[in-house]
């Protein structure tokens, strides 16, 4: 019976099912799922959705712009109590202080916004103009300028504790730098900060696109300073990357991301005064100068020799004059006959002075009124005697620390050359190797010339090389261009090169001076020495060795070198066709002229090169 069932019930099984039973099993089964697996799908759905909220706010933290404010006190390391101060868009590391509700800045700040105020040895404030130098006593309120006395109403410059400090309005007032002041705030611990903008010339400025964050360094993580205004002025100061640097309206200097400037625009930043002007003594036409080395009197008696066959020089500039003492007295090797016999020959002459004379102390000398007045009445007193035309000012021993006071010296003796009506020339090292307390824009707006000495790449003393490639010679007037019109450049050429000796320590002997550095050939240790010479005797030099020369290229200069007494000899040449490269570069960047050093150590064949130049660049 059993099996019958069996049997049956695999039957009905077999049986096909009638619609609508189907459709009700389908229905239960569906419900009895959804009634199974809804509270697990939600959950499920709950958490994944969660998750990705998660993951977002992570990923936004970590790649969202970031929203903290700047710490003021921190970032600017002052209270809301000071006022800190920047000079075109930096902050120059000190603070002003503030005295009868008037603010003053340090001396040393006053300088760092603009070189000209000079505190003298006598406790004089002097502030140097194109045609006058205006001393002012400490806590005086007058001063006299162009002839007339003038009350300013309060104390320009007082001292205390050793610190003098300038009144910024006093500043603002009489030099034409342009001040704009901001306000402290205390609940935000704010510093007030004060912002000077002064040397004139084209700048750029645009319109907030709209309400952004403008933070302290280039990054959306950065912290804020402020925030614009649509439509607000912004000061362009520089960009990186997509980051443009900015002043606002409000007082803060930070960056923004550059799409939210818009309407950009240069305009012309001019003082808030009018400042005399500086006049000029230049020459009409391109500088072709050459210097000439005078060891004795009797050395001036040879000009008509050293003349012989040069082509297109205008101006002379011999070495008469050297500093003699710490009080500014002069030695000199000035002679009239020659000047008049450069006068009939068309050139004009303008006396070198230099300082390196042992016995003078640069400092001790530059840092005295006295003795600054001294050299240039000096200067003065020799131009009127001997006729010169101008005066070429060759101090190579300025240090930092006696910079600012070789600028005053120059604003003295520029003012003193402007009224006399002669040519103030100033050498200077090429920029890019150092040296900056130079100046070179100071001296590019008060001198008439600044001649680079675009030689001693190499030198006595460091390592074998070129004395003057194509592409130092280039740099120097790049570099200078910064700093100077191209109408006041001048750039230095040698006529001169070195034969450098390198040997081996084992051949070198026990008195030799040893150098190690990496521009060796040698592996170990070797002694150097080098020599300076003209351009025929560097040609026959190698020529007896029987060396035929290289060209390099990349130098502009053709090169040889020998063996002899143990020794390698190396010569870098400067000849007619390197110096016709380095015309070719003065032509195209059409700087004022062209200076020689020295005249007597060119050959001939140089001087059709330089006439060539020289008429192409009428």
């Known amino acids: 019976m059993a099996e019958l069932r069996s049997t049956y019930e695999r ?20 419900t009895g799922n959804r009634k199974r697996h809804s509270p697990a799908g939600i959950i499920i759905l709950l958490v994944l959705l969660m998750l990705v909220a998660a993951a977002g706010f992570l990923l936004y933290r970590k790649f969202g712009p970031g929203t903290a404010w700047a710490d003021y006190a921190e970032l600017y390391g002052a209270g809301a109590d000071e006022t800190v101060v920047f000079c075109n868009g930096i902050q120059t590391g000190g603070t002003a202080v503030t005295k009868d509700g008037r603010v003053y800045l340090p001396e040393a700040l006053a300088a760092g916004v603009d070189s000209k105020w000079y505190h003298s040895d006598e406790g004089l404030l002097l502030y140097s103009l194109a045609n006058e130098t205006v001393a002012i006593p400490p806590s005086s309120h007058i001063y006299t300028v162009g002839g007339q006395t003038l ?23 009489f030099s034409g730098v342009k001040m704009e002041s901001f306000p402290a705030d205390a609940e935000k611990n704010l510093p007030a900060r004060i912002f000077f903008d002064g040397g004139g010339g084209r700048y750029e400025q645009a319109e907030a696109a709209g309400k952004t964050a403008v933070r302290v360094l280039a990054g959306i993580k950065s912290p804020i300073l402020t925030k614009t205004v649509k439509g ?3 000061v362009i100061m520089d960009s990186v990357d997509d980051w443009t640097r900015v002043r606002t309206e409000d007082g803060f200097v930070g960056y923004l991301k550059t799409k939210y400037l818009e309407n950009r625009q240069e305009y012309e930043l001019r003082p808030t005064v009018k400042l005399p002007e500086y006049t000029s003594a230049r020459i009409s036409e391109t500088v072709c100068l050459a210097w000439h080395q005078v060891f004795s009197l009797e050395d001036n008696a040879k000009l008509s020799e050293y003349l012989e066959g040069t082509q297109s020089l205008n101006v002379l500039s011999p070495t ?26 068309g050139l004009q002459v ?22 600054r007045n001294n050299l240039v009445n000096g200067l003065m007193q020799a131009a009127a005697d001997y006729g010169l035309d101008g005066i ?5 021993g300025i240090k930092s620390d006696s910079a600012p006071h070789f600028l005053q010296f120059i604003r003295e003796l520029s003012i003193a050359c402007r009224r006399a009506g002669l040519v103030l020339s100033i050498d200077n090292y090429v920029p890019a190797g150092g040296r900056s307390w130079y100046n070179l824009r100071e001296q590019g707006q008060v001198a008439d010339y600044v001649i680079i000495m675009g030689y001693d790449e190499h030198y006595k003393g460091c390592c074998a090389g070129t004395n003057a490639s194509i592409g130092f010679s280039q740099q120097g007037i790049v570099s200078t261009l910064d700093y100077v019109p191209a109408e006041k450049v001048i750039n230095g050429l040698p006529f001169f090169m070195r034969v450098w000796q390198e040997t081996p320590e084992e051949n070198a002997g026990s008195d030799a001076k040893l150098y190690e550095d990496g521009m060796s050939v040698y592996d170990g240790r070797y002694a150097r020495d080098s020599r300076a010479v003209g351009m025929d005797e560097g040609k026959r030099i190698l020529s007896e060795h029987g060396v035929t020369p290289e060209w390099l290229n990349d130098l502009g200069q053709y090169y040889g070198q020998y063996e002899e007494d143990g020794s390698t000899w190396r010569i870098w040449l400067e000849d007619e066709e390197s110096i016709r490269l380095k015309l070719e570069k003065v032509a195209e960047h059409g700087i004022a002229g062209v200076a020689f050093w020295k005249l007597g150590l060119e050959s001939a064949d140089v001087w059709p090169i330089v006439a060539q130049w020289k008429d192409g660049s009428r």
């Open 151 to 173: 009350d300013a109403g309060y104390e320009i410059y007082y001292e205390e504790a050793g610190t003098f400090y300038i009144s910024v309005d006093f500043m603002a007032s």
């Open 320 to 345: 008469w004059f050297s500093v003699a003492d710490n009080q500014g007295n002069l030695n000199s090797l000035a002679d009239r006959a020659y000047v008049d016999l450069a006068h009939g020959r």
């Open 350 to 371: 303008w006396g070198l002075v230099d300082d390196f004379d042992e016995n003078v102390d640069v400092l001790s000398l530059l840092s005295s009124t006295a003795a």
């Open 232 to 234: 607000s002025t912004l």
């Open 11 to 30: 039957r009905s099984e077999q049986r096909p099912e009638s619609p609508v039973s189907a459709r009700n099993r389908e229905r239960d089964q569906n």
């Open 392 to 396: 070429n000012v060759d101090f190579e």
